[in-house]
Structure formats: C-alpha cells, structure tokens
C-alpha cells in the first residue's frame, strides 16, 4: 500500500498514461473550467477532497498508481496526495493503489512545456490520447 509520494515529470508522465492502471486526479478548483485539462484526467477539487475520498476511490478501482496535480502542484497537488495517503493508512483499506505521485510544476507546467491540453466539457474526460 503506499504511504509516501513521489515526483513524477511531464515527461515521465506520458509514458506513465500510456498504462491502463494509473489515473491522473486534478485537484484544481474552479480553473480547470477555464484551463483545460490533462486527457483522460478525473477531478476532485481540493475544495471539500476529503468529503470525496470514497467517491474518488471508486471511480479509481483497479489503478494501482495515482498521479495528482494542481496548477502549479505546489499547494493543492501534494496536500490531497497526502489526504488520501493518510486516508488509507487510517483505514487500513487495501484498494490495491501501490503508487501515489505529484506532477512536478503542475498543469501550468505540463501546458508550458508544450504537451497537449484537453478542453472538453465532459465529465469525466473521456479523452484518452497517448501523446
Ligand atoms: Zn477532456
């Protein structure tokens, strides 16, 4: 089960969302509205996270890695990480995640570094493209 978070980068990144078993949550508030947002990714806005960890636990059954972010992943990212981290360890759940990451530099990273940026208004993105 994990109980500590890693880093990962944009790039890393995309070779990670290539496997079927890792999810990537947006835990930005109301930009991501506005901003767009990673293909494929869920969002639970840090506002009101801990209200939402079950909901998010089952929408993410069957992944054994979770990659977090915010705008910048300095504040919001890393704190959720560190909710459901202390969530599981507190229930002694096994939901079968073994990995939980942070975006390094964030959303604002991953589009300033040029990687694509899904703006559809499904939810959830049902975008699942691999670039
Ligand atoms: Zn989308």
């Known amino acids: 089960m994990a109980r500590s978070i890693s880093y990962v980068t944009g790039s ?24 767009g947002h990673i293909s494929g990714s869920l969002h639970y806005a840090s506002d009101g ?4 960890i079950s909901k998010l636990l089952h ?10 972010h ?8 890393p704190s959720c990480a560190r909710k ?3 969530y599981l360890e507190e229930n002694k759940e096994d939901v079968g995640i073994k990995n939980i990451m942070v975006l ?3 959303f604002n990273g991953w589009e300033a570094s040029g990687r694509p940026v899904c703006r559809c208004n499904n939810v ?6 691999n670039a």
Not at 59 to 68: E, I
Not at 70 to 77: K, M
């Open 12 to 35: 890393q990144l995309v070779s990670l969302k290539r496997l079927p078993t890792i999810a990537v949550v947006d835990v930005r508030d109301d930009e991501r509205t506005h901003d």
């Open 49 to 52: 996270f801990d209200r939402n």
């Open 84 to 86: 459901l981290v202390n």
């Open 104 to 106: 390094e530099r964030g």
């Open 59 to 68: 929408d993410v059954k069957g992944k054994d890695t979770l990659v977090f």
């Open 70 to 77: 915010c705008a910048l992943s300095q504040v919001r990212g």
């Open 124 to 129: 959830p993105c049902k975008e699942h493209e």
